[in-house]
């Protein structure tokens, strides 16, 4: 017999798949992709599968985290080339643009 809570489960993850199946249909999402979600929704059906679509995501979700703070790291040192770069070639036309003082 099937709880309550295992019948909105299964809802749930017949939703979500046929949201992979649309934007897979849609050339949304890759077939490699397409064939990952298909694969952890069908674990999420299993028994003891939505535990490890638990710790699989919160794994994930910290190497997410992880390539994000990287990136940032990444543009923030780019930004700051930029900003240098931009401050002294603004210099050197100051520079050239200034009228020399009259005696």
């Known amino acids: ?34 064939i990952f979600w298909f694969l952890i929704w069908m674990a999420a059906l299993v028994g003891r599968g939505v535990d490890i679509i638990v710790y699989i995501s ?3 979700l910290f190497y997410l985290v992880f390539r ?8 923030r040192h780019q930004i700051t080339y930029l900003v240098r770069e931009i401050a002294l070639s ?13 005696k």
């Open 1 to 34: 017999m099937f709880t309550a809570i295992q019948i909105l489960l299964l809802a749930f993850v017949i939703f979500a798949i046929s949201r992979v199946y649309l934007r897979l249909k849609e050339k949304v999402i890759s077939t490699r992709v397409a």
């Open 90 to 102: 603004g210099s050197s036309k100051n520079r050239k643009n200034r009228k020399k003082p009259k």
């Open 58 to 60: 919160l794994a994930l």
């Open 68 to 75: 994000i703070y990287v990136m940032i790291e990444d543009l």
